[in-house]
């Protein structure tokens, strides 16, 4: 079981926006702000799309976005394209003891 | 560019020992953390544990402490991470990432991340 909760799973259609939450606890992602967010292609490594909540690595779309509620993240995606369908992974530091923590992994496919 | 190369995949029995090594390139070693994060078959990642390249100081999630051991070589700017007493559920690629900058301190994301490394435990 993950720390961190998101869906399993999320769909939409080219050119729609979903969003992917995260949820988390007062001790992880509602303490910092420092949630962050990664795209992994099948057999890939992670590329980070989203770091300290909202920012946007150069050379990432600003098709991609990112936002906080309390306990939960999200991950925007606008403008969807076939390249998006992969897995999104977030993470959170989370201090103490447990230091890093990431969520389960939601898988996005592009109908 | 920055670069993270790894180590190649192994294949291990339960109760033996792994060294994943992971090379850096294209920025000051020094000067970033390297942390390792796992990914079982089918499953999500997983933090593993991060070295302080600078000093060689290590913090590893609780639940790999007394089992997992990252060292690193300034001169090869190589980190390696070694995890004894392997069982099934050890199974998994390997991941080493770079901690990125922040202009607060410490980043707490990945910026850069190697290719990964498969390790499998089977008898």
């Not at chain 1, 292609?41 to 799309?49: D, E, I, N, Q, S």
């Not at chain 2, 078959?41 to 007394?66: C, R």
């Amino acid at each position: 079981q993950s720390a961190l909760t998101q869906p399993a799973s999320v769909s939409g259609s080219p050119g729609q926006s979903i969003t992917i939450s995260c949820t988390g606890t007062s001790s992880d992602v509602g303490s910092y702000n420092l949630v962050s967010w990664y795209q992994q292609h099948p057999g890939k490594a992670p590329k980070l799309m989203i770091y300290e909540d909202t920012k946007r690595p150069s050379g990432v779309s600003n098709r991609f976005s990112g936002s906080k509620s309390g306990n939960t993240a999200s991950l925007t995606i606008s403008g969807l394209q076939a390249e998006d369908e992969a897995d999104y992974h977030c993470c959170s530091y989370a201090g103490g003891k447990t230091f890093m923590v990431f969520g389960g992994g939601t898988k996005l496919t592009v109908l | 560019q920055v670069l993270l190369v790894q180590s190649g995949a192994e294949v291990k029995k339960p109760g033996a020992s792994v060294k994943v090594s992971c090379k850096a390139s294209g920025y000051t070693f020094t000067s970033y953390h390297l942390h390792w994060v796992r990914q079982a078959p089918g499953q999500g990642l997983e933090w593993m544990g991060v070295i302080h390249t600078s000093d060689g100081s290590t913090y590893n999630a609780q639940k790999f402490q007394g089992r997992v051991t990252m060292t690193r070589d300034t001169s090869t700017r190589t980190v390696y991470m070694e995890v004894s007493s392997l069982r099934s559920e050890d199974t998994a690629v390997y991941y080493c990432a770079r901690e990125g900058p922040s202009e607060d301190g410490r980043g707490y994301y990945f910026d850069y991340w190697g290719q990964g490394t498969l390790i499998t435990v089977s008898s």
